[in-house]
């Protein structure tokens, strides 16, 4: 049976990590700056013991984790309340896409430290994150779904959007995957496309919108303002640059705005959580891998080295350096 590995990073609620040995989510992110999230983090099939089988999960890629994706969670969430089973999500990293075309150009909306987080603010209760590779690219939709859904997470339901593509060469579709359940004895739901003001809702769209600089756009179809995690380095009293790599992805592979200066609110996920500051994140596509920084009107240097979220705001006007001085 071909290998299907998850990276390693298993994580509970309430408690330290599980384990902490490899894998992207490591990248100095989740150790000591990241809550626990309220979720199992799944990182080799072999963790999946008994009684974490049995699982309700959606399956998919969810950058971003938009509305969209929330609409696919939410009809796995309903499968999982009726059977009493667990609330489950399937996803893959490195995306499919970097590893079918490495020199794409950057598409990814959030690296996987930012995916725990949304994922786990949705109530999901354990994430399987395979790791697509060449072992598992060769999978025909057969062996995907009785060697991987069935034999190693051991599902008892999926639920997959209509677009949904699985298996060698894409050979697989939603309703391959409603046969293949059907003869392998576990349940299958195919969600409906989910629009937004009569807008298809997806990763694609967003990511257009984001590089039109429409920002609106892309906050109504993930359902929140568009974010970034990044680990802040002191370049001068009240000016940081951010490290995006911090997220989970080297930085080149994360789809960022075009260049220009962005009001955003920034809080440090460990250092005072609940406090916000405004400021000014200026970006710069034409340094190469992209250079972005953040001023702020004051905290000076205590955030030098923290994880910050930044959360980017909607403007009517103005000028975004007028944030630093709210």
């Known amino acids: 049976m071909p290998s299907a590995r998850i990276h390693k990073a298993s994580y509970v609620r309430g408690g330290r990590s ?19 999230p309220a979720l199992r983090l799944f990182d080799h099939w072999r963790e999946v013991s008994e009684p974490d089988r ?37 996803t893959f990293e490195p995306h499919p896409r970097s590893f079918v075309a490495p020199a794409a150009d950057p598409f990814r909306l959030a690296g996987p430290v930012a995916r725990v987080r949304a994922l786990s603010a949705l109530g999901v209760e354990r994430l399987f994150q395979l790791t697509f590779d060449a072992a598992l690219c060769a999978l025909s939709p057969e062996q995907f779904a009785r060697d991987i859904v069935v034999g190693r997470l051991g599902l008892s339901h999926v639920v997959v959007g209509s677009n949904f593509r699985f298996g060698k060469g894409r050979t697989g579709d939603a309703d391959t995957l409603c046969a293949l359940g059907a003869e392998y004895g576990f349940g299958v739901t195919i969600a409906p496309s989910f629009t937004v003001s009569q807008h298809h809702v997806s990763s694609s769209a967003i990511r257009a919108a984001l590089g039109g600089g429409c920002f609106d756009t ?4 993930l359902g929140r303002p568009y974010e970034l995690l990044a680990r802040a380095r002191l370049l001068r009293p009240g000016t940081y640059v951010l490290d995006l790599e911090a997220g989970g992805l080297p ?29 000014v994140l200026s970006v710069d596509r034409a340094a190469e891998g992209a250079h972005i920084e953040l001023r702020l009107g004051g905290c000076r240097g205590m955030l030098d080295g923290q994880l910050l979220c930044a959360t980017f705001l909607d403007h009517a006007g103005g000028s975004p350096l007028d944030a630093i001085h709210d």
């Open 54 to 90: 049995g699982a309700c999960a959606a399956i998919g890629n969810f950058d971003g984790v938009h509305l969209g994706h929330h609409s696919v969670i939410d009809l796995a969430r309903a499968e999982a309340r009726r059977r009493g089973a667990a609330l489950g999500v399937v």
């Open 218 to 221: 892309v906050r109504r179809m």
């Open 251 to 279: 930085q080149a592979q994360m789809m960022i705005p075009r260049s220009g200066d962005y009001a955003v609110d920034i809080h440090a996920l460990r250092l005072s959580p609940g406090q916000v500051s405004r400021g």
């Open 18 to 36: 599980l384990q902490r040995a490899g894998g992207l989510l490591r990248h100095n992110a989740v150790d000591d700056d990241m809550p626990e």
